[in-house]
């Protein structure tokens, strides 16, 4: 990747890839915010119903805003979080992409499209985990994350085929408009689920976005707290209105939702470390919005568009003050922290104001939301509650950790008993800390402000679903909702007084196992068993390789034709009366190869047996392939002997009799078949051989009287580029390996020396 | 490495003309027997006369470039050739030809097949230079299995 010589400076060019999107989605802003679309198309692979199509709406631009908006600030982030290596470069560069592939993924309209964007992030998420390669904990990491939501995607590919095919398009705007029916429907919903689900974290998939903690804190402020994870729930967003109601899609999304909500905050909850806390909580609220946008009813779902925005700006913020607070203080863990002296007051607000939006405390975008969606559920019915219930428990979570956050920040006395004073560590320049400050003043204003946020929400969730309408305000008077927000956050508050009898309780009913065990176990298992596979495939014999080689080639196709009725009687054999000493020629040379004892002897009859061939092409008036049979076999004479100058002078005898038996039969079994081959090949002629309309061609279309060359360079000229391309290759394949064999082992290479 | 003075001096004398034959070959290939790829094996059996004559020291004394060089080219001709008539407009592989009355020579015709053709003459020298360029070089001892006369 180029940037290699500008350094951190790349973050600043890398930068306009996002503000320009940035800008423009507020440009078209107000097209959408009435409920329009703008929509573009380009075809790409028209055969498979592959199209560039994309179309911005008022969903799209809240994804918009996000990815851009906080790619934006990660940018600049960035430039204050890396020091002048080279490697900033390359994560520059890579960033930029991935907030293509990511702007691709909201903006398309197609699902195969989507499917591509969706697989990019998923790459450049590995490059970006696994870093510059050298630690072997964040190529684990990385590898987990790829393996994880590739694995999904490929799930998902297969629900989006199956969509496609059953509504005969893969539009995604008009497959929602009309959407399919019919058994296949549901399985397809399913396997599209489990995309999601690994995409965005829920359980038991999430094990791969706590381990991608290792990358570096901008990246993961914003692929792990703003962007990618939310990739998953903006799928689910987009089908649940239609297709909640098919299949077991409302049933396993709220439950699995649920599960990863009250699980993710139970572990955010046992971390010290400050990043792994935010993990654990990036993991609880994903499966808080899963069940908000999963569910499918129309004021979820606008609860859901208002937490989507809130979350981004809070988390990436939390994300950015832990990385400062890592940056300059050299360590995460909120029990080893130095004191954090008068210059960090403004980080402190920042963590404060954006841990409270997470609490949901007034006024802030956190706040609306929660209220918003324990509006949604406080009216319906039994299943409802249930699910009010579910949310409250990981809200009450979500309070108590996010008040361990704060008071690791602020108060690290509270959670552990005084340590020997360290040294203070040096306060973050403004400029570092500006972008955390921008998304904190975005969490105040959209909560102090609910006009615009409303405004924002209600297009965004009216996009998904027609009937949705957000009203979100600071006050609605003495409500239910109001009164479950005062009992959540006194939980929680209760909870975090609790810690040290929580904390033991926690620890007494931890099971012993986790779905990271799981992983760790299926990696092993598919490597060892690949390793037994490849043991029993690749045995490294020769001899067995090209026995396995001949006998299927003799046994397939030969059983076809014992089966069949296939043989068209005995053609004509000795034509011209030269065929006679050419044939012996060759059968005396093939027969001979077989007895000889040294090396070259076989190879020189092998190349008896191929001049027998060229004298026959000759008979029969083909000299072009009898002159190209004459190089062939003049220099593969040559080439033996290179060869064979490496090798014993003799063949080996030390097959046992059965061995030897053995060989007779496979190599008698391929020869009776090439010979049974040929004829019946040559008897079931139906059609016109092609050869004749070539011949007529030749001079016409090739502008050549050598059919056999015109046929090379023109007709079937691509097969000519294909195998002289096969050629190189196999040129630099055998040189390589020729070489490699010879290198002593550590010498540097000639070329490097 | 001892050389035979009878086998250098021939192999000079019919290294060229071996050259020469395969050139003719590559351009007569349209429509006389002969093509780029027999061409390109009598070249190539060329070359192996000059191992043959003076080991891999010889074959590298040939010409200045390296094999790669040949692959490279060759491949690059064969490609370029069959892409350039997409950039025209054309379908892949599309060949063009121009015929041209000199007065002395008659009437000579050139097709781009020809440049086609002539890309895997380049190739397949190309290969046969790689592979003593892989192995030609001094052999290591065989690995005496059969006790009996081993030749170095």
Not at chain 1, 228 to 235: N, P, Q
Not at chain 1, 391 to 400: D, P
Not at chain 1, 491 to 514: K, N, T, Y
């Amino acid at each position: 990747v180029a940037g290699g010589a500008l350094r951190r400076k790349a973050f600043l060019i890398g930068g306009i890839g996002p503000l320009a999107a940035l800008l423009w989605g507020a440009w078209h802003a107000w097209d959408v915010l009435d409920g329009g679309f703008v929509h573009e198309s380009i075809d790409w692979v028209p055969a498979l119903g592959l199209g560039i199509d994309l179309r911005f709406d008022a969903f799209s631009l809240l994804m918009l805003l996000l990815v851009s908006g906080i790619g934006t600030l990660v940018f600049a982030y960035a430039l204050g979080y890396f020091g002048d290596t080279a490697h900033a470069g390359r994560l520059a560069g890579i960033l930029t992409l991935f907030a293509g592939a990511m702007l691709g993924l909201v903006l398309s309209d197609n699902l195969l499209l989507l499917y591509v964007c969706w697989e990019l992030t998923s790459v450049t998420s590995y490059l970006l985990i696994g870093g510059d390669g050298r630690d072997s904990a964040a190529r684990a990491a990385a590898l987990h994350a790829l393996l994880v939501t590739s694995l999904g995607g490929l799930a998902m590919l297969a629900g989006f085929v199956l969509l496609g095919q059953q509504a005969g398009t893969y539009q995604m705007s008009e497959l929602l408009a009309d959407p399919p029916t019919g058994p296949l429907v549901a399985t397809a919903l399913v396997l599209v689920l489990v995309g999601a689900f690994t995409k965005s974290a829920q359980y038991p998939f999430h094990g791969w976005l706590p381990a991608a903690m290792v990358a570096p804190t901008p990246v993961s402020a914003y692929l792990h707290s703003a962007a990618m994870v939310k990739a998953g729930i903006y799928l689910v967003a987009r089908f649940a209105p239609v297709f909640a109601a098919v299949g077991v899609w409302r049933p396993l999304v709220v439950a699995v939702g649920l599960v990863t909500m009250v699980a993710g905050g139970l572990r955010a909850l046992r971390r010290d470390d400050l990043k792994q806390l935010l993990a654990f909580g990036t993991v609880s609220q994903l499966g808080f919005l899963m069940v908000l946008l999963g569910i499918g009813q129309p004021a979820a779902t606008a609860a859901g568009c208002a937490l989507l925005l809130a979350h981004g700006l809070f988390k990436a913020a939390l994300f950015m003050v832990v990385g400062i607070v890592d940056h300059q203080a050299h360590t995460r863990n909120m029990r080893e922290l130095p004191p954090l002296g008068a210059g960090w007051r403004p980080t402190k607000v920042v963590a404060v104001l954006s841990a409270a939006s997470m609490a949901a405390l007034p006024p802030l975008a956190g706040f609306l939301a929660k209220e918003s969606a324990y509006e949604a559920f406080v009216h319906g019915g039994v299943g409802d509650r249930l699910v009010l219930a579910g949310i409250m428990v990981g809200s009450i979570l979500t309070v108590a950790y996010s008040s361990r956050l704060v008071a690791g920040l602020l108060r690290p006395e509270l959670l552990t008993p005084p340590r020997p004073v360290r040294a203070a560590a040096p306060a973050p320049t403004l400029s570092f800390l500006a972008p955390a400050i921008v998304l904190a003043v975005a969490t105040v204003v959209l909560g102090v402000v609910p006009g615009v946020f409303s405004e924002l929400v209600g297009s965004g969730a009216r996009a998904l679903d027609g009937v949705a309408s957000a009203d979100l305000y600071l006050w609605h008077g003495f409500t239910l909702p109001l009164a479950l927000s005062a009992l959540t956050v006194l939980a929680g508050a209760a909870l975090f007084v609790a810690r040290r009898r929580v904390a033991a309780v926690q620890a007494a009913l931890a099971p012993s196992w986790s779905t990271t065990d799981a992983y760790d176990a299926a990696v092993r298992g598919l490597t060892r068993a690949a390793g037994v596979t490849t043991g029993v495939v690749q045995s490294g014999s020769l001899p067995i390789y090209v026995a396995v080689i001949m006998l299927t080639a003799a046994v397939v196709p030969g059983l076809g034709l014992v089966l069949g009725s296939w043989w068209p009687g005995w053609p004509d054999l000795v034509g011209v009366a030269v065929y006679v000493p050419v044939a012996a020629l060759l059968i005396g040379g093939a027969v001979a190869a077989t007895f000889a004892t040294r090396r070259f002897t076989a190879a020189l009859l092998l190349g008896s047996v191929g001049y027998g061939m060229a004298l026959l092409f000759v008979v029969q008036g083909a000299p072009d392939l009898a002159l190209t049979q004459f190089a062939v076999e003049t220099l593969s004479v040559v080439l033996f002997l290179l060869v064979l100058r490496r090798l014993p002078d003799r063949f080996e005898r030390r097959t046992p009799a059965l061995g030897h038996a053995l060989r007779i039969g496979v190599s008698a079994a391929a020869g009776v078949f090439v010979f049974a081959m040929a004829i019946a090949a040559a008897g079931a002629r139906t059609e016109d051989p092609v050869s004749v309309a070539m011949t007529r061609q030749a001079l016409p279309d090739g502008g050549g009287r050598n059919i056999v060359n015109v046929i090379l360079v023109d007709f079937r000229g691509l097969d000519t580029l294909g195998e002289i391309t096969v050629l190189v290759v196999a040129a630099i394949g055998a040189t390589a390996l020729a070489r490699a064999g010879r290198r002593p082992t550590g010498a540097p290479h000639k070329d490097q020396a | 490495m001892r050389r035979s003075l009878i086998l250098d001096t021939t192999v000079r004398l019919v290294f060229d003309s071996a050259v020469v034959l395969s050139l003719y070959l590559l351009f007569a290939g349209h429509n006389q027997p002969g093509g780029g790829f027999v061409g390109g094996l009598v070249a190539g059996a060329a070359i192996a006369l000059r191992y043959v004559a003076g080991g891999l020291a010889e074959v590298r004394g040939i010409l200045p470039v390296r094999p790669w060089f040949f692959l490279a080219t060759g491949l690059a001709l064969a490609a370029g050739t069959a892409i350039a008539p997409l950039l025209l407009g054309q379908r892949l592989l599309d060949h063009a030809k121009i015929e041209v009355d000199a007065p002395v020579l008659g009437t000579m015709k050139a097709t781009s097949a020809l440049l086609f053709d002539a890309g895997v003459y380049l190739v397949v020298v190309g290969l046969v230079l790689m592979v003593f360029e892989a192995l030609g070089d001094d052999a290591p001892k065989p690995t005496v299995s059969d006790t009996k006369d081993v030749k170095p």
